[in-house]
């Protein structure tokens, strides 16, 4: 009775695409770059030049840019809040010390902005931390554009949190936050977030860069390296000959179309290969010179191709025409085109964070959420559809692909720590409700909304979701409705309980008694999110058949999630109702077993109480 059969999940459905809200307006920027590196001191110089499209409907009379690398710092906002949450993140600490409280000038990151204009003129701004507030020369009409001109130099952190120099596994430069970067603003207003280590948010836009750097150091990142035959590193095409390089330094030319994000790593031992995924695109691979990591990473390049395939089959299509995969950073983190992860891994592992980390560019760096307040959309739908990958292609054939989010959950919901999924992820109390508030009740979003719409219609649901939001900032309305469309159904009791409120979900059998020939069966609402409930009952020759009961303020019903099986729909539940009644044509005496849910899909927080067996 408890099997799940969820190949059904894997099901691709077509996708009918609707047009947006006219109304729907979003911010556009257009960066060009020119960057010294120093590989002896980590200290840069840049100019930079941003040509910012004001979309919106406002006037705009200051802007604001983030200089995240000011976190690694004494006294930083970063370093107070790792030393004053409950559970600090362990890469951070040395022992019960922040790392970052000892760093001394030459260790630090920094950004300072020299000068900035806008169209000439200069500008006056502030340092507030990790947050450059400028103050306009002339206001920025709605639909008026403005060029900012500005030089700027930064040094790369020792490796902290996710960008910094020298890692743990020698990567000489993770770059990833790297740039004064413009914040957004949208339909709620400026996200100038002060960064302490969570979650970003971007303006879409094209980066044209030119990094120069000691040639002996191999670059990968996001963009288009511009001139190959110049700068070799095995970017140059099959067969030829690279022009003959003089000085010490090579200047690379990347450009990046439609990206919210520009990131790149450098070291002088990298390996770098290359896999055409077929029908798709060039794979990059750039890994440290070290015989114990080679086969891994070698092995590593067929299934990232297989990844991609399965991830546009499910999604959608990727529409960049390279990824690379980066030994970098300090554990796995997404960016535009590409990912840094750590790479002295068991192969399993490796494997697993390269799902999660590519499967993040359609769940965050082309359906471009605001992370910092719904980190569940873009880390619990990227778990979800990698979780789907590892058990088709890495053996792991769970009867539930998703049983290790459930798991988190329930300890969640028991720790009494959980706080809405609507907290901004900064302001969660600590890091672990963070975490599985993101990662396993953000993926168990999806995975029950399969229950309760049917799985063919969830996969439906996600391709029009990428249809209808690729290259925008969707929120979890836009989720709702797509699978309302899709399902024809009506969800916003589902989206709210789910995620503005810690309601938990917990049905019961109340009773199970002989009403002469026939069978009464009382169910019980016990806890405060209502759900459709599915209803399997095992008769003693063997045989099985399910109940419906539709939750009424769905307006709707699914399709038999079991065709094996005969169903009978049931009359709606109204979620005022804390019981309901159901009759079973046969004697009490001929059932052996009933259970609530045996897909185990729904996130009932207590499964004693969903079983009932002849005694």
Do not use: C
């Amino acid at each position: 009775m408890k099997k799940v059969f969820l190949s059904f999940l894997m099901a691709i459905s077509g996708v009918a695409v609707s047009a947006q809200n006219t109304s729907y307006w979003q911010q556009h920027v257009d960066y060009s770059m020119d960057v010294n590196m120093d590989v002896k001191t980590y200290q840069y110089t840049g100019t930079q030049t941003l040509v910012y499209t004001n979309n919106s409907p406002e006037q705009l009379n200051r802007v604001y840019y983030h200089l995240y690398f000011n976190a690694f710092q004494p006294g930083s906002e970063m370093d107070v809040r790792l030393q004053t949450i409950a559970d600090p993140d362990k890469r951070m600490m040395d022992g019960d010390k922040s790392r970052i409280a000892t760093l001394s000038p030459d260790e630090i990151g920094y950004l300072k902005v020299n000068s900035l204009s806008q169209n000439g003129t200069p500008v006056t701004f502030s340092e507030e931390g990790t947050v450059l507030v400028v103050t306009l020369a002339e206001p920025i009409p709605a639909g008026g554009k403005a060029t900012f001109e500005m030089n700027f130099k930064g040094q790369v952190p020792l490796q902290i949190r996710r960008s910094g120099r020298n890692s743990s596994e020698g990567v000489a430069l993770s770059m990833s936050q790297w740039y004064p970067k413009m914040a957004e603003y949208d339909f709620e207003g400026w996200h100038a977030d002060p960064y302490i280590a969570r979650e970003f948010h971007g303006v879409w836009g094209n980066f044209d860069v030119k990094l120069t750097i000691d040639k002996e150091y191999t670059v990968g990142g996001t963009g288009y390296l511009q001139n190959p035959q110049e700068i070799g590193h095995g970017y140059e095409a099959a067969g030829t000959k690279i022009a003959k390089q003089k000085g010490k330094t090579l200047t690379w030319h990347f450009k990046a179309p439609m990206v919210h994000d520009f990131m790149w790593a450098a070291d002088p031992e990298y390996v770098h290969d290359k896999l055409q995924v077929e029908n798709g695109p060039m794979l990059h691979f750039f890994y440290k010179n070290k015989p114990e990591i080679a086969e891994n990473w070698k092995n590593l390049q067929p299934k990232t191709a297989e990844m991609m395939d399965f991830f546009g089959k499910n999604i959608g299509k990727y529409p960049y025409e390279q990824y690379s995969v980066i030994q970098g950073g300090d554990g796995g983190m997404e960016y535009a085109m590409g990912t840094l992860i750590t790479g002295e891994r068991k192969f399993g592992s490796l494997v697993g964070v390269t799902a999660h980390e590519l499967a993040h560019s359609w769940f965050q760096h082309i359906l471009a959420t605001n992370e910092a307040k719904y980190e569940w959309m873009d880390e619990g739908f990227t778990s979800f559809i990698s979780g789907l990958y590892m058990n088709e292609y890495m053996g792991e054939k769970k009867a539930n692909p998703f049983e290790g989010s459930y798991r988190g959950y329930y300890y969640l919901v028991n720790s009494g720590k959980e706080q809405p999924q609507t907290t901004h992820a900064d302001r969660y109390a600590e890091n672990t409700p963070y975490s599985i508030a993101a990662y396993s009740k953000g993926s168990i979003f999806l995975s029950q909304l399969g229950y309760v719409i049917g799985q063919d219609k969830l996969m439906e649901t996600i391709k029009k979701y990428f249809e209808d939001f690729k290259f925008k900032h969707p929120t979890p309305n836009d989720i709702k409705r797509s699978a309302e469309k899709v399902s024809g159904m009506e969800l916003e009791w589902y989206l709210n309980d789910w995620t503005r409120t810690t309601n938990t979900i917990d049905y019961g059998i109340k009773t199970v008694s002989a009403d002469g020939e026939t069978t009464k069966i009382t169910l019980e609402r016990i806890g405060q999110m209502p759900m459709p409930i599915d209803v399997l009952v095992v008769y003693e020759d063997g045989t099985q058949e399910t109940f419906y009961a539709p939750l009424r303020m769905m307006r709707g019903e699914k399709d038999n999630p079991y065709p094996n099986l005969e169903r009978t729909v049931l009359q709606d539940w109204p979620w005022t109702n804390p019981t309901y009644e159901m009759v079973l044509q046969k004697p009490l005496a001929a059932i052996k077993g009933i259970m609530i849910d045996p897909s185990q899909l729904m996130a009932d927080v207590n499964a004693e109480n969903n079983t009932w067996q002849q005694e």
